[in-house]
Each structure stands twice: as structure tokens, then as C-alpha cells.
């Protein structure tokens, strides 16, 4: 989600830091302030509207006396500035509204390419892990290989599909997937629909009868973040000519500027509900606006971090773990358990955003001299310890330079990595024995071997482009 926003946060960070070098502000240096604000919100593709209505409503307050007399007037500005995008995309978070007796019906709607399909199975899954009972519905009948696309994401999250019969229409194949979730029973029925490639009246026509014959219970309309601002005339046409309850942002993980996520919510008066954040089918997040804002502003997102750590390591192996550790000692099958556990928490870039203070600038480091994060860093830990034998696992004390040779071999990475990796993970060993009374939290003992200590393959750029040479 993070390289949705990442120059956006960058322009934002270079103007709160000229503030901060001034010690009372004028309304001169606010005005200033807020012209580069404007700038790097329209850079952002935020609707032109929007963005003026915002920069009018953050400057009546900014140059209030709350802000000029304040002790720390560049922090009062910030303040404003966080308070004014949550309010831009919402107060709170708008959740799914589930029916007071089931099934809930849900509506997916969108343009060709937005991400419906895909989504649909996303929003399958994750209602699974909350405890629903979902059920999936191909009823778009336009794309020839999309209820088999259904088909197989419904397999991979474990819900089950109801498919178009020969001859059937959309409405039909909605109104047979209600009717089986009642025998089912499945308390959440989620239609996947035809898109086209702009929103004519053909495809509102279609979607008016799936509908009508249904009533769904949340409308939601599926928008592609890429999209830009074409994504606002897009938003209006199906608000008009369906009735959107909610709108889904995919692809929030691309390089997009994040103009959609910004301005949607101003232009048709519907709350975002979930977003899209990667490719997986569990890569799908409740929008929290309060939480968006505060990774705009480079000021990290740990309630998210928290979920995603509570979703994806199970705290019972932890513990395990974590006392097998203090009785016998750390084993590389326990630091690769949780090292697996902290990558299903997603990109290793998204999770260090989320910790305040290592975003933006603090996560580039000083002139760019702090290497990024990188996934294939962690790839390759993981291909050294698989290189090992059970032994050499339980004992890595047992590995010495023959035994070094031929798992760098076998990992595809030289002996140095190897060494490094058995020096880190040495470290960490004393440091659990060491807390092992102390009871550290579930789930550090893998978290531990991220981003704070020096992976072995984490080397800046002209390491990396030195040991190509020698190769």
C-alpha cells in the first residue's frame, strides 16, 4: 500500500520540516506551506476540487490562534493536516452491514479489469476468518473464463461457488445463489458481476436487474487505485445508475498516486470500505481511515501492523517456540518458523512503514547510504537453512568449513552469507536464553531477525553490485 503513497508522503515530510526550522509561523509561511500542500496533492491526482476544499478548510484553521500563539505551531499545523484528510475520507471506518437475518447479500460492481473476481474471493476469505459462513456467486456472464477464475479462487479460500447453468441470465444465477445459501446454510453471499470497459447503459441495465431481483443488502463498487482521477467519473456513473452503498480500492500495493483513495469519498458521498494490498488472496485490509492518514503523513500504522502480526503467527507455536528456547536453545526450524510467519504479514517495505519513524526518510536512510529492505534478502535466508541437514538445524555449532561450503552451494549464495547467517542467529540465541525468564512476547523470535538486525543479505547496493563482479 505504501508505494501508493510514497511520493505523496515524501513532498508532505519536506514541507512539515521547513516548518519545524521556524519557531513562530506567519500567515505568510502558512500560505506558503499550503501552496506546496496543493501542489503535491494535484501531483497525487487528487481531483482539483477536492483539493481545494481541502486546502481551504486546513488554512481557516491553520491561521487561527490556536496554531499562531501555540508553542509548537509547525506540530498544530500537522495536526490540522492529519485531522482534515481523515475527515476527507471519512471520520471512521465504514464496515460491511450484515443483514439482520441471513444470508447478507453483497453486490460487487465495477469496469473491466478493476479487480471484481478477485476481490470477490478476497472478501470471501477474509469473512471466513472473521467466522461467516460466505458463498460465492459467478454471475458474470460476459468475460468467458470468469466463473472459472471464481471457481478457482473460491477453491484456494475454501468457499464454495455457484456457477451459470447454460442459458441462465445474470439475475437468474444471482437469485439461484441466494436460494442455496438459505440450504446451506451461508450466511453471506457475495456476486461477482460483468464489468465493461466504461460504464454504458447496457452494463446499468444488467446490473439494475441483478439488483432488482436480489436486493442486496451493500452495494459495492470495486475501483482500480490506477485509475486516477478517471476513477471519479467512474464512481459517479454507477452511483447514479445502480446505487453504490460502499466502495472497494484495489491495487492500494502499485505505484498508483493514490488520487482515487483521496477524492472518492468527497465526490459521491460513499464511505471506502475495504482495500486491496497485494496479490494474495489474504492481501485485503478494512479501510480505517484515521490509519491512512497517519501513514500519509509518515507517521507509521501500528494498530494494522498488530493485526496483520495476529493474524499470521499462531501464538500458541510461538510459546512453543519461545519455551523450547529457554530450556534447550533456539534451532534454525524455529527462527525460519517465524521468520515464515512475519512474511505472510506482507511486504517487508509495507511492514516497516507501519512502525512510526521508519517510513519515508528514516527508511531510506541518510543520503541513501542504508540499504532497502528487500524480499529476496529473506528468500535466501530461507534457501541457506533449508540447504542443511536436520543436524546441522538443532546444532548449527556442528557446521564448520566444509559443511559451510557446501550449503552455500546448495543455496546459491557464498560462504560469507553463511557465515553471517550463523553470527545473527548466534546473537539471537543468547538473547533468548538470555530473556528466556523474562517471558519476551510470542512471536519476537522471529521478528527479531527482520529488519533490525543485518540479514545476510542485506548490503547496500555497491555490495551488491561488487559481489557480481567477483561472480
Known sequence: MDHLFESLTQRLESVWQRLRGKGRLTAEDV??????????????????????????????????????????????????????????????????????????????????????????????????????????????????????????????????????????????????????????????????????????????????????????????????????????????????????????????????????????????????????????????EPFHPERMASRILGMGDVLSLIERAEAAIDREKAAAIQERAGKHGLTLDDFLEQMQAVRRMGPLDQLLSMIPGLGGKALRGAGGALPQPDERDLAHIEAIIRSMTPEERRRPEIIKDSRRRRIARGSGTAVQDVNRLLRQFEEIRKLMRGMAQGRMPAGMAGMAGMPGLPAPMRRSPQQRQGRRKRR
Open 31 to 284: 500560505d506558503q506551506a499550503l501552496r506546496e500542500v496543493r501542489i503535491a496533492l494535484l501531483e497525487a491526482d487528487v481531483h482539483f476540487k477536492v483539493v481545494r476544499d481541502f486546502v481551504e478548510r486546513v488554512k481557516q484553521r491553520a491561521v487561527g490562534d490556536e496554531v499562531m500563539t501555540s508553542l509548537t505551531p509547525a506540530q498544530q499545523v500537522v495536526k490540522i493536516v492529519h485531522e482534515e484528510l481523515q475527515a476527507l475520507m471519512g471520520a471512521t471506518g465504514a464496515r460491511l452491514q450484515m443483514a439482520p437475518h441471513p444470508p447478507t447479500v453483497v453486490l460487487l460492481c465495477g469496469l473491466q479489469g478493476a479487480g471484481k473476481t478477485t476481490f470477490a474471493a478476497k472478501l470471501a476469505g477474509w469473512l471466513q476468518r472473521q467466522g461467516r459462513r460466505p458463498l460465492l456467486c459467478a454471475a458474470d456472464l460476459q468475460r468467458p473464463a470468469a466463473a472459472l477464475q471464481l471457481e478457482v479462487n473460491g477453491r484456494s479460500v475454501g468457499v464454495p461457488v455457484v456457477v451459470p447453468a447454460a442459458g441462465q441470465r445474470p439475475e437468474d444465477v444471482a437469485e439461484q445463489a441466494v436460494q442455496r445459501a438459505r440450504t446451506l446454510p451461508a450466511d453471506v453471499v457475495i456476486v461477482d458481476t460483468a464489468g465493461r470497459s466504461q460504464a454504458d447503459a447496457e452494463l446499468m441495465a444488467e446490473l439494475r436487474a441483478v439488483r432488482d431481483r436480489i436486493h442486496p443488502h451493500e452495494v459495492l463498487l470495486v475501483l482500480d487505485s490506477m485509475a486516477g482521477q478517471d476513477a471519479m467519473g467512474v464512481a459517479r456513473g454507477f452511483a447514479e445508475g445502480v446505487g453504490v452503498d460502499g466502495v472497494v480500492l484495489t491495487r492500494l500495493d502499485s505505484d498508483a498516486r493514490g488520487g482515487a483513495a483521496l477524492s472518492v469519498r468527497a465526490v459521491i458521498d460513499r464511505p471506502i470500505k475495504f482495500v486491496g494490498t497485494g496479490e494474495r488472496m489474504d492481501a485485503i
